[in-house]
Nanobody
Framework: QVQLVESGGGLVQPGGSLRLSCAASGSILRIYVMGWYRQAPGKQRELVATITRGGTTNYADSVKGQFTISGDNAKNTVYLQMNSQRPEDTAVYYC???????????????WGQGTQVTVSS
């Protein structure tokens, strides 16, 4: 089994910063990609950023230059540094890990429970 625990969400003023963390645990041998998605009220879940085990990153156009994703392979942890936040960044942010090698075999992906980020004055 794979469990994800997210932290770091909350209320921030426009222009402020937050850092999200997501730690994966369980019968994990190796994770090949980690990422963050978000879902705003009334909208579909969308990709925010991903990072591969080798360090290759991918960002949604809407967050390029504003958010930074990083990962710690040894700790099976992924981070999302969010700067210069705007009200439109308000959403539930979900951690996702993919292409997971576990002691029980291959698992396509796993999701966190989500953490609320609210950008408001």
């Amino acid at each position: 089994q794979v469990q994800l625990v997210e932290s770091g969400g909350g209320l921030v003023q426009p222009g402020g910063s937050l850092r999200l963390s997501c730690a994966a645990s369980g019968s994990i041998l190796r994770i090949y990609v980690m990422g963050w998605y978000r879902q705003a009220p009334g909208k579909q879940r969308e990709l925010v950023a991903t990072i591969t085990r080798g360090g290759t990153t991918n960002y949604a156009d809407s967050v390029k230059g504003q958010f930074t994703i990083s990962g710690d392979n040894a700790k099976n942890t992924v981070y999302l540094q969010m700067n210069s936040q705007r009200p439109e960044d308000t959403a539930v942010y979900y951690c996702n890990v993919g292409h997971i090698a576990t002691t029980e075999g291959y698992r396509r992906d796993a999701w966190g429970q989500g953490t609320q980020v609210t950008v408001s004055s």
